[in-house]
């Protein structure tokens, strides 16, 4: 069985690596439609989608674009709707996704992520470069961020899809997050020891 991977639970991965185990291996539910940034995000994602359907972000030069993508690719082991998928006058492709956040002057390593999946998986469908994705922070008058990726930050996020697919193939109960803050607010914090 091909087991493809979203760009979520990437990122729930980074944020503790029980959570792979806990969802894949022993099919517990986090219940994250019961959380308000959860709430909040995909309704300013399905908002966005409306408003802005044939806006073409010319400034970055955008020549075409396809919202609400969906991708998927086995050999990546990847799945995952991308926001936007950019045509560029560069010849490159692009991930644009929106985010329910304040901008905060650095870069989030999840963020930064999930754009490179996002682009791993443009990448692999469409059979163009992507070189860098984009982030617009919706709580900081939509302000669109750049991320440039290297191979480098590309290989990183195969050697994590690796590392999740050991976890749900042998079924590895991995170490938990070092940070206990984190712990706190985890659904799976009573059962995990």
């Given at each position: 069985?091909?087991?493809?991977?979203?760009?979520?639970?990437?990122?729930?991965?980074?944020?503790?690596?029980?959570?792979?185990?806990?969802?894949?291996?022993?099919g517990?539910?986090?219940?994250?439609?019961?959380?308000?940034?959860?709430?909040?995000?995909?309704?300013?994602h399905?908002?966005?989608?409306?408003?802005?359907?044939?806006?073409?972000?010319?400034?970055?030069?955008?020549?075409e674009?396809?919202?609400e993508?969906?991708?998927?690719s086995?050999?990546?082991h990847?799945?995952?709707?991308v926001?936007?998928?950019?045509?560029?006058?560069?010849?490159?492709m692009?991930?644009?996704?929106?985010?329910f956040?304040?901008?905060?002057?650095?870069?989030?390593?999840?963020?930064?992520?999930?754009?490179?999946?996002?682009?791993?998986?443009?990448?692999?469908n469409?059979?163009?470069?992507?070189?860098?994705?984009?982030?617009?922070?919706?709580?900081?008058?939509?302000?669109?961020?750049?991320?440039?990726?290297?191979?480098?930050?590309?290989?990183?996020?195969?050697?994590?899809?690796?590392?999740?697919?050991?976890?749900?193939?042998?079924?590895?109960?991995p170490?938990?997050t070092?940070?206990?803050?984190k712990?706190?607010?985890?659904?799976?914090?009573t059962?995990?020891?």
């Open positions: 069985m091909k087991i493809c991977l979203t760009p979520s639970e990437i990122i729930a991965y980074l944020y503790c690596p029980r959570f792979i185990y806990f969802t894949f291996c022993l517990l539910d986090e219940h994250e439609e019961k959380r308000f940034k959860v709430l909040k995000g995909r309704e300013v399905k908002d966005k989608t409306k408003i802005n359907k044939a806006y073409l972000r010319k400034r970055i030069g955008v020549t674009k396809e919202a993508v969906y991708l998927s086995e050999k990546l990847l799945r995952g709707i926001d936007e998928v950019l045509m560029l006058d560069d010849g490159t692009a991930p644009l996704d929106y985010k956040a304040e901008y905060k002057q650095r870069e989030f390593k999840t963020y930064k992520t999930q754009s490179l999946a996002y682009g791993m998986l443009i990448s692999e469409y059979n163009r470069p992507v070189r860098k994705g984009f982030l617009v922070y919706t709580r900081s008058k939509n302000k669109l961020v750049d991320i440039e990726f290297r191979q480098k930050d590309i290989d990183g996020v195969q050697k994590i899809i690796e590392e999740m697919l050991l976890i749900i193939q042998k079924g590895f109960y170490k938990k070092s940070s206990k803050a712990c706190d607010d985890c659904a799976f914090r059962i995990c020891v």
